[in-house]
T-cell receptor, first 113, second 116 residues
Framework: QKEVEQDPGPLSVPEGAIVSLNCTYS??????FMWYRQYSRKGPELLMY????GNKEDGRFTAQVDKSSKYISLFIRDSQPSDSATYLC?????????????FGQGTILTVHP | DGGITQSPKYLFRKEGQNVTLSCEQN?????MYWYRQDPGQGLRLIYY???????QKGDIAEGYSVSREKKESFPLTVTSAQKNPTAFYLC???????????????FGPGTRLLVL
């Protein structure tokens, strides 16, 4: 079993739809949770990070963490064609694993006009 | 203009050849990382370095080597021992090993390595 599981999709939605992207993880030592966006043939860029259970909102993006279920989500409201990209969840343990991120496989999202 | 640069953008390797991928950052970050990205597998950590002249193996270090002689530079060599080197290679950096803050890991634009 992989430490972080993410549905690779692909996911195709119409413009304006609400998008839900999800990851599950198995290691309860994971404490920090991030979402990266990666456009085709580019490096990933950080979208959201959080370290506690609950919701964190930034514009059209909401990151949700449920540590009891080991489940994290990224919601995109009013999706735009410019949101078309691969979305990667990344999780980090604390302690001596500082700096090491474990990534999900990435979900390919296409938002069509 | 601060950031991470990787070169070349595309690199072709012949059988039995060692090739070196360049990564430079001017963000004054202590920690640097190399990842490999294959379709459907996300990013996998090859090597990381938290300080000059020190580095540790990641999850898939076999067939790769690195050096960290300067804070700004963390080159990756793909050796002939790496039998399946075709992939997208990403370099990242962060302040002092801690990836969790507003200043988390920043990524370069990547190098695509192809085998001839």
């Amino acid at each position: 079993q992989k430490e972080v599981e993410q549905d690779p999709g692909p996911l195709s939605v119409p413009e304006g739809a609400i998008v839900s992207l999800n990851c599950t993880y198995s290691n309860s030592a994971f404490q920090y949770f991030m979402w990266y966006r990666q456009y085709s043939r580019k490096g990933p860029e950080l979208l959201m990070y959080t370290y506690s259970s609950g919701n964190k909102e930034d514009g059209r993006f909401t990151a949700q963490v449920d540590k009891s279920s080991k489940y994290i989500s990224l919601f995109i409201r009013d999706s735009q064609p410019s949101d078309s990209a691969t979305y990667l969840c990344a999780i980090q343990a604390g302690g001596t694993s500082y700096g090491k991120l474990t990534f999900g496989q990435g979900t390919i999202l296409t938002v069509h006009p | 203009d601060g950031g991470i640069t990787q070169s070349p953008k595309y690199l072709f390797r012949k059988e039995g050849q060692n090739v070196t991928l360049s990564c430079e950052q001017n963000l004054n970050h202590d920690a640097m990382y190399w990842y490999r990205q294959d379709p459907g597998q996300g990013l996998r950590l090859i090597y990381y370095s938290q300080i000059v002249n020190d580095f540790q193996k990641g999850d898939i270090a076999e067939g790769y080597s690195v050096s960290r002689e300067k804070k700004e530079s963390f080159p990756l060599t793909v050796t002939s021992a790496q039998k399946n080197p075709t992939a997208f290679y990403l370099c990242a950096s962060s302040p002092w090993g801690l990836a969790v803050s507003q200043e988390t890991q920043y990524f370069g634009p990547g190098t695509r390595l192809l085998v001839l």
